[in-house]
């Protein structure tokens, strides 16, 4: 028996599940998060980024449905781990001063896999002329890469409080 060579199209799906199964796991993490962020601006950072995340979902199902295939997740080895790691490192530093700034560095992780996930499926759409689907997760991206930047501003002033004070 001859085996099926596999295709752009192929790819495009096995991805689409694998972000899937990433983004319904980041939601019950960023609602973690949102308990164990100290700092104000970082809870309504994470309250924020969950509902958008929610939306994210939402959006899948939409792309799944756009490619005539039921939405399925693949587990997802790299968000499993970094998330594991998450679960670690706030055993570790839950309680101290360091707790946020470990936080957000778990949260940016999760979100640069995010970014290089849709970065991928958009331009795999476009090649393959999926294009509401392009963008749709064009839409995703562009939120993926505000809260990494957000995420990012909140980790120079939570490391720097002066700099907040000062005019700019």
């Known amino acids: 028996m001859a085996t099926q060579e596999k295709t752009l199209s192929d790819a495009f799906y096995e991805t689409l599940k ?3 199964f990433a983004e319904k796991q980041i939601l019950k993490a960023l609602k973690r998060s949102v308990r164990a962020a ?4 970082l809870k309504k ?4 980024h969950a509902t958008e995340t929610a939306r994210h979902v939402e959006r899948l199902n939409e ?5 005539g295939k039921a939405p399925r997740s693949k587990t997802c080895e ?9 679960e670690e490192d706030l ?3 839950g309680s101290t001063e360091a707790a946020d700034a470990v936080l957000i560095g ?5 979100e640069h896999y995010e970014i290089s996930r849709y970065g991928t499926l958009k331009a795999w759409a476009a090649t393959l002329g999926f294009t509401e689907a392009e963008e749709l997760l064009a839409e995703t991206l562009e939120e993926e890469k505000r809260t990494d930047a957000l995420l990012t501003e909140i980790a120079e002033r939570e490391s720097n409080p002066e700099a907040a004070l000062q005019p700019t």
């Open 38 to 41: 100290q700092a104000p601006d």
């Open 18 to 20: 694998d972000i899937y």
């Open 78 to 86: 790299a968000t499993q781990g970094i998330l594991a790691e998450m």
């Open 106 to 110: 778990c949260a940016q992780a999760i």
């Open 63 to 67: 792309v799944f449905g756009l490619i």
């Open 91 to 93: 055993e570790t530093f």
């Open 45 to 48: 950072a994470f309250e924020t």
